[in-house]
């Protein structure tokens, strides 16, 4: 027999082994799975807390311990324009999280992605000076901390600016504040929210190592200032071969010797065909849809389903050798339904990057997830 062939085989075989019936597993949830490790946790959409009875819920407290506002915090949704806020979502969400007994992530305080443009503005013609725009900023933090002091545990404070080259990212931000602007992000969230409160820098791509190196650097230099930063966020919206096991170790081990916590924090799979031009966080990305780029509209093949549950198998292994390090592991998103992937970079696919079905129910990649709590694994290099 071919040897992927019987590799598969094999696999198939021992998912059957360790079905959600086999009586060890029978009742073990993830988080319970992985309770001494670290958090486990998903990326939560505003209908998800919206609605009294949404299917998911009950599948979201079974199997996570930490949920993330997807898109509520953001500032655009919350806050629009000048005056209008919309706390409902936001505050159901923090809601949710604090019934549950969950660890809440605030995502996020500051992002050159959903930020109006008023923000940057006195108006349509005059953008802010940097005093003004620090000034927005503390205000922001002020008033989310003043929101949901206790009941947020952990806030993304800077999302992505720094290019995998390891240059600043062009933005706003950079334009109006200048080269200190997470340093000013992370001096204004220190400031208002709770000491208890964990401060994350979150970024994509992290195992591009000139984006590696210079967050390890600029996260080092923070912390010679005595600027308080508790956290280095990879967000793993990864592929099925891409980045490699050993490139992942590496960005683990890199952020873990700053000494701060290691949180995974949009962790997803995507097993559709994909552009190497087209990782990133170029969310505005818009390509036409064709039967070669949504292969599987009617069901995923076996083997695809095979190949996911060993890459995530092969992560998990990772991130259980690295436990110690590692604060939290969270989805982006609960079931394959509500994956962003569905819309990015081609609206209408049908993708299946997480670890639940569109029913909600466990996929292959799940069991051999779950399954790796009960062979031992190497302990921490850190
Ligand atoms: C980035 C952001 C998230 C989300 C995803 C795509 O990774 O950090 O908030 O927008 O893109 O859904």
């Not at 073990?28 to 959409?45: E, H, M, P, R, V």
């Not at 989805?331 to 970079?345: A, E, M, Y």
Request: aromatic share 10%; net charge positive.
């Amino acid at each position: 027999m071919h040897k992927s062939k019987l590799h598969r085989l094999l696999l198939c075989l021992s998912i059957v082994l360790m079905s959600p019936f086999s009586l060890a597993n029978e009742t073990l949830s993830l988080k319970q799975a992985f309770s001494n490790d670290f958090y486990i946790g998903a990326s939560l959409k505003a209908e998800f807390v919206d609605t009294s009875n949404h299917a998911n819920k009950q599948l979201i407290n079974r199997e996570f311990n930490s949920v993330t506002s997807a898109n509520m915090l953001k500032w655009g949704p919350l806050n629009p324009k000048a005056n209008t806020f919309n706390f409902n979502s936001a505050d159901n969400f923090v809601e949710f999280g604090a019934l549950n007994n969950h660890y809440v992530v605030g995502h996020v305080l500051f992002w050159h992605n959903q930020t109006p443009k008023w923000v940057f503005q006195h108006n349509k013609h005059k953008l802010l000076n940097r005093e003004q725009l620090l000034a927005r900023m503390n205000e922001r933090v002020k008033l989310l901390s003043k929101r949901y002091t206790n009941e947020i545990h952990a806030w993304d404070v800077v999302n992505e600016t720094i290019l995998s080259n390891g240059q600043w990212r062009n933005s706003k931000w950079i334009e109006i504040i200048g080269e200190d602007f997470a340093e000013q992000a992370f001096i204004i969230a220190d400031k208002h929210l709770p000491k208890s409160t964990e401060l994350i820098y979150n970024d994509f791509g992290m195992t591009a190592p000139g984006r590696r190196d210079a967050v390890v650097k600029m996260v080092k230099q923070m912390k010679a200032k005595g600027i308080r930063v508790d956290g280095i966020g990879m967000q793993a919206h990864w592929s099925l071969n891409s980045p490699s096991i050993a490139e992942i170790e590496k960005s683990i081990v890199a952020f873990a010797n700053t000494g701060v916590d290691v949180h995974i924090t949009e962790l997803d799979i995507d097993v559709l065909p994909r552009e190497k031009s087209q990782f990133g966080a170029n969310t505005k990305l818009k390509l036409p849809m064709t039967k070669h780029n949504n292969p599987y509209a009617d069901g995923l093949p076996q083997a695809v389903d095979m190949a996911l549950a060993q890459r995530y198998k092969d992560i998990f292994e990772l991130f259980l050798k690295h436990k110690k390090s590692i604060k939290r592991v969270t989805f982006w998103g609960v079931t394959d339904q509500d994956s962003w992937l569905n819309n990015w970079p081609i609206k209408g696919r049908t993708s299946y990057p997480l670890l639940f079905n569109r029913h909600g129910q466990a996929k292959a990649a799940y069991q051999q997830v779950i399954g790796l709590k009960k062979q031992p694994v190497a302990s921490s290099t850190k």
